[in-house]
């Protein structure tokens, strides 16, 4: 791993000289000939009877091509991932954003007023806003056809005998916890274009973070409309933000396609951000019921889970996000016995999706925040019961994850020590400390049959070269780790490297930017193919100098004898001798990387990822007791990455995931009223500005995982994932009231502060 | 429809227009100038994304009618580079990792570059008051404070 040129450097991103010069091309960027705005029209109601409706007004307007209504879309074309989604709806509302028209005209101005002039009669009813409620006998159903607004869903984890171990457990804490719904907030808003050519072959102008599942998805909807056959590419704009937003194909997207083959034009649909907050999917809301068990020693017996999620109307990712729960629920630190129940519960709430931590974020809320209360109960340092427990290297968990490389006792003591742990704690009132941990995969997340990514490299005469990966760039700079990666293996300069990413039609396939798994995953690729193209300019360049290959080396863009160092020759002149010449070659390569991990069995286990990254987020609070406003002091956020490649834009990571965890812990909180969003836009719905960004500390803990590429794991998505519980057992420290209802308000402290002075005068 | 005539001098050049009565600068700026460094993303004036500058004063082009600024210089992050050089503040954004996604990084630039513009040795708090205006969700901020800071070094 030493001398090392361009991997691990502090490399800024490929991409920023265009973004800085304000010349990045983003969806809402791009105009084609001919194109047409497209909007839709959304419900009134969250739960009604669509009677009537008419666009006969709205036809007659100057500027519209097309409208559409359900009639339009093929029958029984479902979108989701239970496909429960019509993606426009025909006899029943059954939440807000529900679609229920659409039209194409020459210019904004004119789809908007067309909508308006759409006239539909609704007869209301009563809705369903709670999971609670919904989960009663007697109550309404939302999909007759599934008979329960319970999802059939088996979320169910046993491992051991949780019984058993609560009858042998020393202590025992049971608490239960709730989370909100917060949103992406990506700045650039969604959005794309739908082109067909004279064969009806589908080009969409999109910002999806998941380019070849969407293609599949898009593929399938084209048969639908009867057009058998037909090619779909994908062509990916520059990116405004993900964060899990673009994991799934929304309604707008078949709406755009729709349109598009009705006009025989581009349509372009672009979401206002009144749009993005409530016609896009969030992070759900959870109801987490914990008991976690330790014997006298401090070390957990047991820990059991019950969670239910309100859905909302229809499903995407976010009715899958129990499988990557159960990740922390059964790894975070060493429990041996684990039970997990979740439902997830259909309302007419709004439908959620994966958001940055999938799931992960709401179960180490509950675990660490009642992990601080067994501490308590067993009369242990809150420090030393996670050094008690914390993960190691070698072990097998409950749930069959093997662990390879693993650096949470060393985020810990990071932590402890910058923290300043034992002086700080529990002695100054009003001041306190708390840490809490994490565990999310690193090494990929075999969620499909397949977690692979493909890689393609061509090298010119002169030692550039083209990369052609799978990967999309969301904003995190995976453009930039993979072309550190490939210029490090070939011994070129990182200018040298060219990384296309973003069109289905040259680039080979990727399953997607989520999981934290494109550093791994797509960085492996990159290696393989690298790799590959290495050992042909050694194998060319060694019947040149006549020297085995193993004695050759590229360095600077020249190859040379690392036995004799006067031999040596620039790479672009060997290039060019095997080119041009009879039977000449140019130079390419392709490696398609699947990581060796597993699909989870029916039991929910199996080794899902090929590694694991951990963490550790430590912070010191100072709480307001007439206000109830929470001030963060200081901030440590340790985290195992394996091999930082490029300790810039892993620190970019750590900071915004850390500052997107605190916005979750202390303020972001969408308000549904009776299943309408009353805070959409960011005057109420407040994300964290400058002013909120404590003293933060990135620590980076590099553990050199064995099957990473130069021994790196992810870290898109650990980041938020403590912040959470960390701020909560920092609070208690400093004033002995426990949160456990995010976000922590200064009302909610006050109230908890004013109720526990309560208790004290009784 | 009426339309109204509008002389603006756009990043030094001037260009005379007929836009609607209600259209916004950042309308003019985008449907018909083509310059599209400046971005639509909450049409509020609550998120800085189009933030330009109006005769040197940053301004959320969403929320200015093209009519108000008639004779104005407006200055767009096209505006900024010198020949092929880019802006210092664009050189330090870039190099400091202060983008990521970029959508807030035009409105982030220009903010930075009215502040230099009227105090060349901001304090940092004096930084923080003002990038405050605009939201970025991907960063954390910490390095977009840091390119200021080492811009207002040089």
Redesign the interface.
């Known amino acids: 791993m030493e001398n090392l040129k361009v991997v691990g450097k502090k490399i800024p991103k490929l991409d920023a000289p265009l973004k800085a010069a304000g010349v990045a091309q983003y969806i809402q960027d791009i105009k084609l000939p001919g194109m047409l705005y497209g909007k839709i029209l959304y419900s009134k109601y969250p739960h009604a009877n669509i009677l009537k409706i008419d666009t006969s007004k709205a036809e007659k307007l100057a500027g519209v091509k097309a409208i559409v209504i359900a009639k339009d879309m093929p029958p029984n074309f479902r979108i989701g991932f239970m496909k429960d989604n019509p993606p426009l709806k025909s006899k029943k509302v059954l939440s807000i954003r529900d679609e229920i028209a659409a039209v194409a005209a020459t210019s904004q101005e004119i789809a908007e007023e067309a909508l308006s002039l759409i006239e539909v009669e609704y007869e209301e009813l009563p809705g369903i806003f709670d999971p609670l409620e919904a989960m009663k006998e007697g109550a309404p159903i939302l999909h007759e056809e599934a008979k329960s607004n319970v999802l059939k869903l088996p979320w169910r984890l046993v491992c051991g005998d949780v019984e058993k171990a609560k009858d042998e457990s020393a202590y025992i804490a049971e608490d239960t916890f709730s989370t909100q719904w917060v949103t992406h907030c990506c700045l650039g808003t969604s959005g794309c274009i739908a082109h067909f050519d004279m064969q009806n072959n589908l080009t969409l102008y999109s910002n999806t973070q998941i380019p070849s599942l969407a293609q599949n998805d898009f593929v399938e909807a084209l048969n639908a409309f009867g057009l058998k056959n037909r090619r779909v590419r994908i062509i990916q704009a520059v990116i405004g933000g993900g964060f899990g937003s673009k994991l799934d194909t929304y309604a707008y997207e078949y709406i755009a396609i729709l349109l598009a083959l009705k006009t025989k034009k581009p349509v372009k649909i672009i979401f206002t951000r009144e749009e993005e907050f409530f016609a896009t999917s969030p992070r759900q809301c959870t109801i987490t019921k914990i008991s976690q068990g330790c014997d006298k020693e401090g070390r957990l017996t047991f820990r059991e889970v019950e969670m239910i999620l309100d859905n909302g109307a229809y499903t995407s990712w976010g009715a899958t996000t129990p499988s990557v729960m159960m990740l922390p629920i059964s790894s975070l630190y060493k429990v041996p016995n684990v039970k997990y129940t979740a439902k997830c519960v259909y309302t007419n709430n709004t439908y959620c999706q994966a958001m940055r931590g999938y799931g992960n974020p709401q179960a180490t809320f509950a675990i660490e925040s009642n992990l601080d209360q067994l501490a308590e109960k067993a009369d242990i340092d809150p420090l030393e019961i996670r050094r008690i427990n914390a993960n190691e290297p070698g072990e097998i968990t409950p749930q069959r994850f093997k662990i390879t490389s693993c650096g949470m006792k060393e985020c810990i003591e990071e932590v402890a020590k910058r923290l300043n742990w034992k002086e700080k704690r529990g002695k100054d009132k009003g001041r306190g400390v708390g840490m809490a941990s994490l565990i999310h995969v690193g090494g990929g997340a075999r969620v499909y049959k397949s977690d692979g990514c493909g890689t393609i490299i061509k090298m010119d005469d002169f030692g550039k070269v083209d990369v052609f990966t799978g990967a999309s760039d969301i904003g995190q700079g995976s453009d930039t780790v993979i072309a550190q990666i490939v210029a490090e293996v070939l011994g070129i300069p990182i200018e040298d490297v060219n990384v296309i990413n973003n069109d289905t039609e040259v680039c080979p396939w990727d399953v997607g930017v989520h999981a934290s798994r494109t550093t791994f995953v797509a960085g492996n690729a990159a290696l393989g193919a690298a790799n590959r193209i290495r050992q042909q300019i050694l194998d060319a360049a060694s019947k040149i100098f006549e020297e085995e290959p193993s004695n050759l080396d590229i360095k600077d863009s020249i190859i040379f004898s690392t036995k004799n160092s006067e031999k040596s020759i620039p790479l672009g002149k060997v290039l060019r001798r095997i080119h041009y010449t009879t039977g000449g070659k140019m130079l390419m390569a392709e490696y398609f990387y699947d990581p060796a991990n597993e699909n989870f069995d029916k039991e929910f286990k199996g080794n899902l990822s090929a590694s694991y990254a951990y963490g550790t987020h430590g912070v010191e609070v100072e709480v307001d007791k007439e206000t109830g406003k929470v001030k963060i002091l200081n901030y440590i956020a340790a985290h195992d990455v394996g091999k930082a490649i490029n300790p810039l834009l892993l620190e970019g990571q750590i900071y915004g995931g850390g500052l997107q965890g605190i916005g979750y812990a202390l303020g972001e909180k969408m308000i549904y009223k009776d299943g309408r969003l009353m805070n959409g836009n960011f005057l109420d719905y407040k994300i964290p500005t400058v002013k909120d960004v404590p003293p933060i500390q990135p620590v980076i803990v590099e553990t050199e995982e064995k099957e990473g590429p130069f021994g790196a794991k992810g870290i898109g998505e650990p980041g938020l994932v403590p912040t959470a519980p960390a701020i909560a057992n920092a609070i208690y420290d400093a004033i002995g009231v426990r949160i456990k209802d995010l976000p922590i308000t200064p009302e909610k402290v006050l109230a908890a502060i004013k109720a526990k002075e309560g208790e004290k005068k009784i | 429809m009426k339309t109204i005539k509008v002389m603006l001098n756009v990043n030094n050049e001037k260009v005379t227009l007929q836009v609607k009565p209600y259209e916004t600068l950042l309308e003019t700026l985008?449907e018909r100038l083509s310059?599209?460094?400046?971005?639509?993303?909450?049409?509020?004036g609550?998120?800085g994304?189009c933030t330009v500058l109006v005769n040197g004063t940053p301004m959320r082009s969403c929320l200015i009618l093209t009519p108000e600024v008639e004779g104005a210089s407006i200055t767009?992050?096209?505006g900024?580079?010198n020949g092929e050089k880019?802006h210092p503040l664009?050189?330090a954004?870039?190099?400091?990792?202060a983008?990521?996604?970029?959508?807030?990084?035009?409105g982030m630039?220009l903010t930075a570059k009215a502040l230099l513009d009227r105090n060349k040795k901001p304090e940092k708090r004096d930084i923080?008051?003002t990038?405050?205006s605009?939201?970025?969700?991907?960063?954390?901020?910490?390095?977009?404070?840091e390119a200021v800071e080492e811009t207002s070094k040089k």
Do not use: H, W
Request: charged share 20%.
């Open positions: 985008r310059l599209t460094g400046a971005k639509e993303s909450c049409s509020l609550s998120c994304a767009t992050i096209e900024l580079k880019l664009q050189q954004f870039m190099e400091k990792g983008v990521q996604c970029g959508f807030c990084t035009s630039i923080v008051k990038m405050s605009n939201i970025c969700r991907c960063t954390g901020y910490k390095k977009i404070i």
